[in-house]
């Protein structure tokens, strides 16, 4: 069972490049998120969905950009990587009113 | 002040004890409730969902005060297994759960 898959799993980056954190679901779910956690922190919402086509800021969006083409894929893109977004980042799945199913993580330093 | 809040902790406790843990929310608009469990280095994932009326799964014991605005988890005959961190989460929105974590409390069970 597949599940939430998110790719890479492990990535260094230099300030100031870019690159696309992956994140797909085979559930059909409706409901897509991305959630970044530093160390010894509680996760914060960047972005979510509702459907494809639909997205919306969570609470923390500032350099961060989404899409959401298809019900399957949920990439997030840093355009700028900055020291700060150093952290592990979630991507979740879920049905309206239901858990949210997590993906195993992707952990970015930026140096 | 935070969102929602816990104690971070560490929790050290044996083998076969009794562990309880609250966290408190600001939101009194907060409609749904979970603790999750966080594994070392991997994703969160849902322990429970909590109901107004309490409700248990096993030897896990979730309960939520609403005028109180707190929610509890009663951990009972602790197992080497429950060693994690564990997470309070709320919600405000229907639909698009949009999942506001405390910190984590972690705890670790000692043989």
């Known amino acids: 069972n597949a599940g939430v898959t998110q790719t890479p799993k492990f990535r260094i980056l230099k300030i100031g490049q870019s690159m696309t954190l992956q994140c797909t679901q085979d559930?059909?779910?409706?409901?897509m998120y991305w959630y970044r956690q530093d160390p010894g922190m509680g996760l914060k919402l960047i972005y979510y969905?509702?459907?494809?086509?639909?997205?919306d800021k969570g609470e923390v969006p500032n350099g961060y950009n989404v899409s959401r083409s298809t019900t399957e894929d949920f990439p997030l893109r840093l355009e700028l990587a900055a020291p700060s977004q150093t952290s592990v980042y979630f991507c979740?799945?879920?049905?309206?009113?239901?858990?949210?199913?997590f993906g195993d993580g992707t952990r970015l330093s930026i140096l | 002040r935070k969102e929602v809040e816990q104690d971070p902790g560490p929790f050290n406790v044996p083998e076969g004890a009794t562990v309880a843990f609250n966290c408190t929310y600001s939101?009194?608009?907060?409609?749904?409730f979970f603790w999750y469990r966080q594994d070392c280095r991997k994703e969160p994932k849902l322990l429970m969902s909590?109901?107004?009326s309490g409700n248990e799964d096993g030897r896990f014991t979730a309960q939520l005060n609403r005028a109180s605005q707190y929610i509890s988890l009663l951990i009972r005959d602790s197992k080497l297994s429950d060693s994690a961190t564990y997470l309070c989460?709320?919600?405000?929105?229907?639909?698009?759960?949009?999942?506001?974590f405390g910190q984590g409390t972690r705890l670790t069970i000692n043989p």
């Open positions: 979740a799945s879920s049905m309206s009113n239901q858990p949210q199913h």
């Open positions: 559930m059909n779910h409706n409901y």
């Open positions: 969905s509702v459907g494809a086509g639909i997205t």
């Open positions: 939101n009194s608009a907060s409609q749904s």
């Open positions: 909590v109901y107004s």
């Open positions: 989460v709320v919600t405000y929105a229907q639909g698009a759960q949009k999942l506001v």
